[in-house]
């Protein structure tokens, strides 16, 4: 599950806006994202309170901050990508003793998300009602990625291997799973889905079967691994699935990852092994190249922006992962996305 915290952070770089007179940009220790402030406001060393991007803040808080007219949402709470005067900004910066003042202590507690009421935005998945949803199978793990933004140095491991960037595509998590005796279950982030009796099917069988990925994942059993779970995780997309970024008229899937008794085979097996349903998988930008040549001078964040393989539009950001699967020690398995800030910004994502 990718991180998300309000935490106590001293500012690291503090820079001119380059339209605006009374505003500067800002980053904080150990993060890449940049967040305006107003000018003169902090400066480099200050310890601040940072408030990630899609916190959804307490009224109260926000009243003390006067910071409703920079946020979004319906209840307008929501701290969002946003461009000011022609800079992406991601996230909000409070002084510590402002936010001491509104819990009304000396000290500030070390779960600071927690403490001050902040939740994180997630969007509303917009699916039939023709299914329960019940408790996960124990080999499908809660999938998310951690950010490139928050996570520089796992950036620099990423570096100087041979890697696979593909498009993150906007939509809702879908899995299929055949376990080893054959069950089949269908799902999405940490529940499957049953259907109910005299019910329509489940939008999201319908899309399984549909695309033949209940078929696939057979395949995969019987020809390579028998006896095994084997899960197909891929993105949803089509009508009444977040926004339909992508127009479509009908649903479809498209394939990020493949496991294998709960553990992510590595790219370059998947692509050996699967190459007839390639067209089944997320976009592919670039593979078996260093992630510092495929940049070529860019940051990762530059880097994020590009058109979409789907549609004329841009691409929310881009998914990195070495060709071959590896793990960090501390922080899990390495991968990482980038959203775009500028897709953030025109879509209110």
Known sequence: MSTFAVERKKISKIYPHTNADKLELAQVEGMTYQFAISKNQYKVGDEVVYFP??????????????IANFLTGAERNRVKTVKLRGEISQGYVASVESVKNYLKTDELPDDLTVAVGVI????????T????????????????????DRYPEIVEQLMDIPVVISEKIEGSNHWTLI??????????????????????????????????????????????????????????IGPKIQSNYYGLKEYTLKIFDVDIDGKAMSF??????????????????????????????????????????????????????????????????????????????????
């Not at 084997?230 to 949803?236: N, P």
Request: charged residues 25%; contains cysteine.
């Open 53 to 66: 991007i899609d916190s959804i803040l307490p009224q109260e808080f926000i009243q003390q901050q006067n």
């Open 120 to 127: 994180k935005y997630i969007a509303p998945e917009i699916l």
């Open 129 to 148: 009602s023709s299914g329960n949803l019940v408790g996960k199978p124990e080999m499908v793990y809660y999938y998310d990625i951690e950010g490139c």
């Open 179 to 236: 376990k080893h005796n054959g069950e089949v279950h269908v799902g999405q982030h940490s529940y499957a889905i049953e259907n109910l009796p005299d019910c329509e099917e489940h939008t999201f069988w319908k899309i399984a079967r549909k695309e033949g990925i209940i078929d696939l994942a057979k395949e995969i059993q019987t020809k390579w691994f028998p006896n095994q779970n084997i899960t197909v995780r891929s993105e949803a």
């Open 268 to 349: 370059k097996d998947i692509d050996s092994l699967l190459q007839k349903y390639y067209d089944k998988f997320v976009p592919i930008i670039a593979q078996n190249v260093t992630l510092r040549q495929w940049l070529n001078g860019r940051t990762v964040q530059q880097a994020a922006n590009g058109k979409s393989a789907l549609v004329d539009r841009i691409r929310e950001g881009i998914v990195i992962k070495p060709m071959k699967e590896q793990y960090v020690i501390g922080f899990g398995r390495l991968f990482l996305k980038q959203r775009d800030p500028i897709y953030l910004d025109k879509t209110g994502n």
